[in-house]
């Protein structure tokens, strides 16, 4: 019988803090730079009042769509078609992984080649070396890092945890029920912040549950993390825009985005079954980030200059390394965990229905990029 830690939601706070304080405190990245350059606009679509009420409407839409595209998962579960185990449940969350995918190789990942090669920044070392590329390779190698250390700490940390006593354990947070069918008298049953596992049955089979859902907990910490950090940065972009033709197409393109990025994430926190009120706060987390990104820009229009050499380049940093993680996300810990597991081998037909998902959520997704 084994007691899962609690899940490291004080290290991932942490590191979002960290990029929080990265964006206000980095030299210059919020003021008006001397070198500042005009952005080649048409003067017709400037219209600051206008861009108010537009900035207002992206706040609410972006809001309870982000909502409902994370939350959906946690409903759907109710339907049995659309439980964790069930191929459904794989279908969409392929189709979501895709969305993912698609957001860092189509949407982040240019910016921040289209910032970092500006021309209002200096010949010397910003159009010398390639920075988009090797910072989101980094940060590629940094989130596998990450995923594989925490894996790691966390599986130890739980192999030291003391006994627990099975009868008391079993009242809380029914709702977690079983990760892994019934096997004799061996099962696994997830309560709140706990794991508990009964070995009477195969024990192999039981440590193989265990592992599989701190998996499960790691991604989704992580991949929230990589969603937080570039949410804000796209919101900030909004906000500090009067473009009205720009942010008509951001509203339509982000409400979309949200909505199956916060489906993917739902799916993740739905397996990684953590108890309703963590699910809430991860939940909430994802949804304002960036209608807070949104606010953000607008309290800092008057300073913020989205083209100014400080700002592109502390931007341009932050979605590449937002990229890196978003795509070793996607590829690694989403689609080759899915495709490589049993279910998935187990059926050819599966796998191809799920790359259709994938497909089509991809192409979804880099469709949007003609607007955003």
């Keep these: ?31 008006q730079s001397e070198k500042l350059c005009k952005p080649n606009s048409n003067s017709t679509c400037i219209d600051k009042n206008k861009a108010l009420d537009l900035k207002l409407i992206a706040i609410f839409t972006i809001l309870i769509t982000s909502l409902i595209g994370v939350c959906l998962p ?32 189509m949407h982040v990942l240019p910016d921040s080649f289209d910032m970092l090669s500006s021309p209002c920044l200096d010949n010397n070392p910003w159009h010398k070396f390639p920075f988009t590329g090797f910072v989101a390779m980094i940060s590629a190698v940094f989130t596998l890092m990450v ?67 701190l998996r ?48 993917g994430l739902g799916g993740c926190i739905l397996q990684a079954e953590y108890g309703w009120i963590k699910k809430m706060v991860m939940a909430f987390f994802f949804a304002v980030t960036t209608p807070f990104g949104v606010a953000l820009g607008m309290a800092l229009s008057k300073t913020y200059k989205e ?14 390394s937002s990229a890196g993680l978003l795509i070793y996300m996607a590829l690694v810990d989403l689609l080759a965990a899915d495709f490589m597991g049993q279910k998935m081998q187990k059926s050819i037909k599966l796998q191809m229905k799920s790359y259709v998902a994938v497909l089509l959520g991809a192409g979804g997704m880099s469709v949007m990029a003609k607007w955003a």
């Design 1 to 31: 019988m084994r007691k899962m830690t609690k899940p490291p939601f004080i290290f991932s706070t942490t590191i979002a803090l960290f990029f929080l304080l990265f964006i206000f405190h980095f030299p210059g990245a919020l003021s």
């Design 74 to 105: 946690f409903f759907a579960r109710s339907v049995p078609a659309f439980q964790p185990e069930k191929s459904h449940f794989l279908i969409v969350k392929s189709f979501a992984s895709g969305i993912i995918l698609s957001t860092g190789f």
């Design 147 to 213: 995923d594989s250390i925490t894996t790691s700490v966390f599986t130890k940390s739980g192999r030291r945890e003391p006994s627990a006593d099975v009868g008391s354990a079993e009242t809380h947070d029914q709702e977690m029920g079983s990760v892994v069918s019934h096997h004799g008298h061996g099962h696994v049953h997830a309560h709140g912040q706990a794991l508990s596992l009964n070995l009477h049955g195969d024990n192999d089979k039981e440590l193989a549950s265990y592992l599989q859902l």
């Design 216 to 263: 499960y907990r790691v991604i989704a910490i992580v991949l929230e993390l990589g969603i937080v950090v570039h949410s804000i940065v796209i919101g900030l972009s909004v906000g500090a825009t009067n473009n009205t033709c720009t942010i008509k197409g951001l509203i339509a393109a982000l409400c979309f985005h949200q909505m199956f990025e916060g489906m």
């Design 307 to 320: 083209n100014s050499p400080d700002s592109l380049i502390t931007v341009g940093l932050l979605n590449a």
